[in-house]
């Protein structure tokens, strides 16, 4: 039996974040695992609280949103607090989870190299991590919501698998679990979405014609 910390990045605590590290949690803990899952934002206010439970556990597995290519901000805050007190780091495993709302894996990535220089820097050995897209559109539902939910849960449970034998995860088995969107289907979908984009602008007193200032010359 190990003991696993589960950290949720995301600031929403009943998202598909949660959902997902939830998810994972209950599989680990009916392996035999003792596992705590602790949300990031309400944590950072008890930084001592939030370092004890990283000393105290074997295994890190980090969760969250695909904001603008990585996790939300505050992730860089406890990576930070967590490389000013290495103490706490003593050669734990580390895994990452991310979601977001684009289908494509690619899109989501940064976020795991993001946590593999860490563990490089940091004395964790980082061990891979699941990638998961179409998450805005599950919002906090159940897996089985997704266009592909019985393949995701498929392979989300072989990489839940791999945690419990503290083992590397690679990363065919995310990539098994991607969403293929046909091309005429994506060419709607990014027309649908432009035309929302130029609405809310309009209606936001923005000029879509105007010229880009960052083309603008000095």
């Not at 969250?64 to 990576?79: F, K, M, R, S």
């Not at 993001?114 to 980082?126: A, P, S, V």
């Amino acid at each position: 039996m190990r003991n696993i910390l589960l950290i949720n990045l995301s600031p929403r605590t009943q998202g598909t974040s949660s959902l997902l590290l939830q998810k994972c949690a209950d599989y680990l803990t009916a392996r035999g695992h003792h596992t705590e899952l602790l949300h990031l934002y309400p944590s950072l206010k008890d930084k001592v609280q939030l370092m004890q439970a990283v000393n105290a556990a074997d295994t890190l597995i980090l969760g969250g949103p695909c904001y603008v290519n990585t996790y939300p901000a505050e992730t860089l805050t406890l990576l930070e607090e967590l490389s000013a007190h290495k103490a706490v780091l003593h050669g734990q495993s580390l895994y990452g989870i991310i979601q977001g709302g684009m289908p494509y894996a690619h899109t989501h990535e940064s976020g795991l190299a993001l946590l593999e220089i860490f563990g490089l820097k940091c004395n964790i050995k980082y061990r891979g991590g699941f990638v998961m897209g179409l998450g805005a559109m599950l919002n906090g539902q159940p897996l089985e919501k997704l266009l592909n939910g019985k393949t995701v849960i498929r392979q989300f449970h072989i990489f839940a698998e791999h945690i419990s034998r503290d083992e590397n995860t690679p990363k065919e088995d995310y990539l098994k679990a991607q969403f293929h969107v046909p091309v005429i289907i994506y060419r709607i979908m990014a027309a649908g979405m432009n035309r929302w984009m130029k609405k809310d602008l309009k209606k936001r007193g923005i000029d879509i014609n105007q010229k880009s200032p960052y083309l603008l010359e000095d």
